[in-house]
């Protein structure tokens, strides 16, 4: 169990740039999350698959932002036409339905700068 | 969802007992009492939860009133690397499959003395 990665861990871009995250989940869980966290600010939850289907999108999550899981494995986060509002930390999770309550693990993030 | 309320910040000294407030008072039946904390530069990680009774594991206890409005984190030795953000957190339980995201606060940054 090598735990959850997120690649890559830091990105400058410029306004108007599009930019893409990967998140590799724990192997066996089925379930995967998008966080996003500003600076003092705890983690807002953006959105979550089940396995290759996206259950929920956050009303934070606009029409620039895309994600995908494609097969279930790990997964893509998009930004197109980046704004300065986008900076922030971008935190993936992973989770299995043992038991109730799905305990989620956290990779690192991936912080994002636009300048 | 129910909403808690943290105190922003606490201090403590290393090696000695932390207690780690959280008020939910509109905390639901079916809500479990959630714990993370978050390292400097890290994503959160899990600590404990609980219902009703209290719970220990290897990293904290958890402290839960008898109405079941507020809750309490105990770390029983605080080390340096207990240095974090601290949230409390209510998940509901149910068939729907909608208790799957977690609702983060601001949570309370613990600052660990030497």
């Known amino acids: 169990d090598t735990g959850v990665s997120q690649d890559p861990r830091h990105k400058i871009t410029k306004r108007g740039q599009n930019v893409t995250f990967r998140c590799d989940p724990i192997?066996?869980?089925?379930?995967l999350y998008w966080y996003r966290q500003t600076l003092g600010q705890g983690p807002e939850f953006l959105t979550y698959?089940?396995?290759?289907?996206?259950?929920?999108k956050s009303r934070l999550l606009s029409d620039r932002f895309s994600a995908e899981r494609p097969k279930g494995s790990f997964s893509t986060l998009e930004i197109q036409r980046t704004e300065q509002g986008d900076s922030a930390m971008y935190l993936c999770?992973?989770?299995?339905?043992?038991?109730?309550?799905?305990?989620?693990?956290f990779g690192p993030g991936t912080r994002l700068t636009v300048t | 969802d129910a909403k808690t309320t943290q105190p922003n910040s606490m201090e403590s000294n290393e090696e000695e007992p932390v207690h780690l407030p959280c008020n939910h008072s509109t905390i639901s039946g079916t809500d479990y009492i959630h714990w993370y904390r978050q390292l400097p530069s890290q994503g959160p990680e899990y600590v404990i939860h609980?219902?009703?009774s209290n719970v220990n594991n290897r990293m904290a206890s958890l402290a839960i009133a008898e109405d079941r409005k507020s809750s309490t984190l105990i770390l029983h030795r605080a080390t340096l690397r207990d240095a974090a953000v601290y949230y409390c957190?209510?998940?509901?339980?149910?068939?729907?499959?909608?208790?799957?995201?977690?609702?983060f606060g601001k949570g309370t940054l613990l600052t660990v003395n030497p």
């Open positions: 609980g219902l009703t």
């Open positions: 698959f089940q396995n290759e289907a996206q259950l929920e």
């Open positions: 999770a992973s989770s299995f339905p043992s038991g109730r309550l799905h305990e989620q693990y």
């Open positions: 192997s066996e869980h089925n379930r």
């Open positions: 957190i209510l998940r509901a339980l149910n068939s729907g499959g909608s208790n799957y995201k977690l609702t």
